[in-house]
């Protein structure tokens, strides 16, 4: 049906970078919308960043000035560029999107998540 595949996790140093990118596949008629959440241990899943169709962003506090959601031109595909990262930000990201797809002859429209990727930052 839908498939999200996150890559690009891992472990970085405090005040370094980290790309992730995230790549939807199948069926997909449209995309609402894709975003980056994200899971520390012990925590809820929390939104990070967020894009929508017509190209704006959404953005946690805790991450604005520090992330940028973007998306490639194939539009199945966005990136969560994370600069000057901190201990803070170790979690397991992932991505979601809010997808209309084909099942058969059927659509189905719902938010899918990928695998999760985690990112540990530590010196």
């Known amino acids: 049906q839908v498939q999200l595949v996150e890559s690009g996790g891992g472990l970085v140093q405090p005040g370094g970078s980290l790309r992730l990118s995230c790549s939807a596949s199948?069926?997909?008629?449209?995309?609402?919308?894709m975003g980056w959440y994200r899971q520390a241990p012990g925590k809820e899943r929390e939104l990070v960043a967020q894009?929508?169709?017509?190209?704006?962003?959404n953005y946690a506090e805790s991450v604005k000035g520090r992330f940028t959601v973007s998306r490639a031109d194939a539009k199945n595909t966005i990136y969560l560029q994370m600069n000057n990262v901190k201990p803070e930000d170790t979690a397991v990201y992932y991505c979601?999107?809010?997808?209309?797809?084909?099942?058969?002859?059927?659509?189905?429209?719902?938010?899918?998540w990928g695998q999760g990727t985690p990112v540990t930052v530590s010196s």
């Open positions: 199948g069926s997909i008629v449209r995309i609402d919308d």
């Open positions: 979601n999107g809010n997808i209309l797809a084909l099942s058969g002859a059927e659509y189905v429209a719902g938010r899918f």
């Open positions: 894009i929508i169709s017509d190209d704006s962003t």
